[in-house]
Every structure is written in structure tokens, then in C-alpha cells.
């Protein structure tokens, strides 16, 4: 029972050029998160999906875009990366009961 | 609306004294409270959660908090610190009966050190 997992865990780009990150949960939940963590800020909702099939936009969208593949995965695309998408990302998934979020490791993307 | 508010962005504590991390929340309904902790490049791990089941939460590693509602509080405390609880540490609200639409809102996080 690996949780959920991440891919990359590191990655640098170039500005203007795109990238997919991946995740994955085997624990069977059907809302899943993506939120970028950048210093003093705690961390902000960039997209989320509440079940297979549908996605929705949080705090901090713009410069994103989301699939939601299947009940297990859910990416998150830059389609031409800025600097000020340098962060750490972070993707959870959570419990039907009281909305507990279970987190990947994490993603650390640096935009140059 | 929910907001959390964590006072203090960093604190700095003596290796076995108290540990005490301010969360206040804002929520129209009746919230369900989160601690989680964060370890240096690491993802986020709850620490303990209420649930309205019981006011005083114990979690993990030792850390307790309690929820008061005439406060709107639910710090978290560890009554002897370990060099091992330097982190960061967020709270976070959702609401009760929440819906798929509902979202978690997180503090901006305090990060906890331990002197020698």
C-alpha cells in the first residue's frame, strides 16, 4: 500500500516549456488535490476533483490545467512554465469521512 | 466563509519545556480541526484531528489539542519537546457535513525548532 506517489520528485524547466506531473493513489478515494506550498504561505488549491470525471478550479488555477484519468490518477499539466511557478506540489487525496487528506512526498519544480 | 489563522511563524522552544502552536479558526458552520506536520522535503502527515467526538484530541508522537469553541481555538501542545518535533506544522479547517464541492483551508503554517 504505497499511498500516494508523486513523479518527478525534482524537476527544472526552462520558461515557456510544459511538463505533466503525475499521481497516483491506491487507497480508493474519490476527491483528489493538487496544491502548490510556497514559503509563508501554507498551501493554496490549485485544482481539485471531487470523483472520476469531473475537476474543479481552486484558489490558484491560472498557468494550470488537470486530468483526471481514472478513480487512481490525477495530473497536473504547466502548458508553458513561468518563474513564478517555481514551487513544491503537492498532490492528496482524501476520506469520505471528514475530508481527512492524505499527501504525496511532493514535487519540487524550479522555472528558470 | 472558513479561514484559519496560526500566530507565530516560527517557534523556538528548549528541548523538554512545553510546546504550544496557536490555531484560531472562522467558520459559519460547525468545522471538523486538523494538525498535520510537515518534516523537512517531506509531504504532510496528519498529527491528530476533531471530529467533534470529544473536545481534548490526542494524536501522535505526543501532541494534544484542544478544541474550544467559545475561543474558536485549537492549539496544539506537547507537554516535553524533542529534538525530533522540529517541523513545520499546519492547521486546517473543513466543514462539517461537508460536500464534494467543500475544500480544506490550511494556516500559513508555523515551523517549530528545538534548542539543545
Known sequence: ?112 | AQSVTQLGSHVSVSEGALVLLRCNYSSSVPPYLFWYVQYPNQGLQLLLKYTSAATLVKGINGFEAEFKKSETSFHLTKPSAHMSDAAEYFCAVTPQGYSSASKIIFGSGTRLSIRP
Not at chain 1, 497536473?76 to 487525496?93: H, W
Open chain 1, 1 to 112: 500500500n504505497a499511498g500516494v506517489t508523486q513523479t518527478p520528485k525534482f524537476q527544472v524547466l526552462k520558461t515557456g516549456q510544459s511538463m505533466t506531473l503525475q499521481c497516483a493513489q491506491d487507497m480508493n478515494h474519490n476527491s483528489m488535490y493538487w496544491y502548490r506550498q510556497d514559503p509563508g504561505m501554507g498551501l493554496r488549491l490549485i485544482y481539485y476533483s471531487a470523483s472520476e470525471g469531473t475537476t474543479d478550479k481552486g484558489e490558484v488555477p491560472n498557468g494550470y490545467n488537470v486530468s483526471r484519468l481514472n478513480k487512481r490518477e490525477f495530473s497536473l499539466r504547466l502548458e508553458s512554465a513561468a518563474p513564478s511557478q517555481t514551487s513544491v506540489y503537492f498532490c492528496a487525496s482524501s476520506t469520505p469521512a471528514y475530508n481527512e487528506q492524505f499527501f504525496g512526498p511532493g514535487t519540487r519544480l524550479t522555472v528558470l
